[in-house]
């Protein structure tokens, strides 16, 4: 929706971040504008999805990530060539170790759960559709390294834009729709930039539907019996289903609060903080416990050329990992997450 009112000039002409805040706050609060949009997303997302693994995902992210990738890059030299760059680079790289705490770590563990797909099934799912010889150790690193490599050029892209017009990053969520359309208001050439900046959020959010969409088109396939484009209309009703009372959480359903939080808030919760962690627990105790390790490595094996008989050490960290560490590590995130441990004094 905001894509479609930048292109519209919309966001182009605030003159302080309180208009832009009650602008953003007009549209969400106007329940046609949450539900089209939230239905033209998905429309878009199934049609990508109606094609295929090969001929819908694979043709579709081959030209949706490297569009955003360049798209990312234009974004940080245009933000460096701004001034301030250099205080929002020393923000972003010279970290306060003073502030951080067991609290930040936990969060920095849910994040890498929720940036890297694990616990969702997504990764299951593509992993499925993998030739026999492919190199899944070779695979996974590149995946890890370039989630890092993009998650910081969007920080620099971001706050180095804020910074340029004098701004402290401390909008928190609010930043993305409350004070970027404002500073984009401000800076030269704004209304290009909230045009790329906001293309670049729907290719992301696209992508991100689409993966989380197939494993439960691939069930309804494997499992159930169902062709392809009847999975893919089912799975992309029921999104929309599910998904219009998040729509409205501002809007008509703005008073109605589960355990305090809004729809949208406590669907958010349940999934990131409960869902996804018990699916990544489920499947490490799966790996290491009940499949068995041995099982695990004969797969892990393939397609490396004999990485893991040249490296045994490969093998006993995974061991330690796969039925030790990544447990641990994910129930303390998982407890922590409902509030059961409080480490913010810590």
């Given at each position: 929706g905001y894509l479609i009112e930048a292109v519209s000039g919309n966001l182009h002409a605030f003159s302080t971040p309180l208009e832009a805040a009650q602008y953003y706050d007009g549209l969400v609060g106007n329940p046609y504008w949450g539900v089209f949009f939230h239905f033209l997303f998905l429309l878009c997302c199934i049609a990508i999805l109606y094609f295929g693994v090969r001929g819908g995902i694979e043709r579709g992210n081959k030209i949706m990530m490297p569009t955003l990738?360049?798209?990312?890059?234009?974004?940080?030299?245009?933000?460096?060539?701004?001034?301030?760059?250099?205080?929002?680079?020393?923000?972003?790289?010279?970290?306060?170790?003073?502030?951080?705490t067991p609290s930040a770590i936990l969060l920095a563990l849910g994040q890498a759960f929720f940036t890297l797909s694990l616990g969702q099934g997504t990764m299951v799912t593509y992993g499925s559709y993998l030739c026999k010889k492919t190199n899944?150790?070779?695979?996974?690193?590149?995946?890890?390294?370039?989630d890092t490599v993009?998650?910081?050029?969007?920080?620099?892209?971001?706050?180095?834009?804020?910074?340029?017009?004098?701004?402290?990053?401390?909008?928190?969520?609010?930043?993305?729709?409350?004070?970027?359309?404002?500073?984009?208001?401000?800076?030269?050439?704004?209304?290009?930039?909230?045009?790329?900046?906001?293309?670049?959020?729907?290719?992301?959010?696209?992508?991100?539907?689409?993966?989380?969409?197939?494993?439960?088109?691939?069930y309804l396939r494997d499992q159930r019996g169902w062709g392809r484009h009847s999975a893919v209309f089912a799975c992309g009703a029921a999104s929309?289903?599910?998904?219009?009372?998040?729509?409205?959480?501002?809007?008509?359903?703005?008073?109605?609060?589960?355990?305090?939080?809004?729809?949208?808030?406590?669907?958010?919760f349940i999934c990131s903080s409960i869902m996804i962690p018990l699916g990544g627990l489920f499947a490490v105790l799966l790996t290491g416990w009940v499949w068995?390790?041995?099982?695990?490595?004969?797969?892990l094996s393939e397609g490396n050329d004999g990485v893991m008989v040249r490296y045994?050490?490969?093998?006993?960290?995974?061991?330690?990992?796969?039925?030790?560490t990544a447990p641990l590590l994910i129930m303390i995130v998982f407890i922590s997450a409902l509030g059961f441990f409080d480490f913010t004094s810590a």
């Open positions: 990738f360049v798209m990312m890059v234009a974004l940080v030299i245009k933000g460096l060539m701004m001034p301030n760059a250099g205080e929002a680079l020393t923000f972003l790289f010279s970290p306060n170790w003073s502030l951080l899944i150790l070779g695979t996974i690193i590149p995946v890890v390294v370039m993009i998650s910081l050029m969007s920080a620099v892209a971001i706050f180095t834009i804020v910074f340029s017009v004098g701004m402290q990053p401390d909008s928190g969520p609010g930043l993305i729709f409350h004070t970027l359309p404002w500073v984009f208001s401000q800076v030269p050439g704004g209304f290009y930039l909230g045009i790329l900046f906001f293309l670049l959020v729907t290719l992301a959010a696209m992508t991100s539907e689409i993966s989380a969409l197939e494993p439960a088109i691939a929309f289903m599910i998904g219009v009372p998040c729509a409205l959480s501002f809007s008509l359903l703005k008073d109605t609060l589960l355990f305090g939080m809004n729809v949208l808030d406590f669907m958010a068995g390790f041995a099982n695990s490595m004969v797969n045994p050490w490969l093998q006993r960290y995974f061991w330690i990992s796969f039925k030790f």
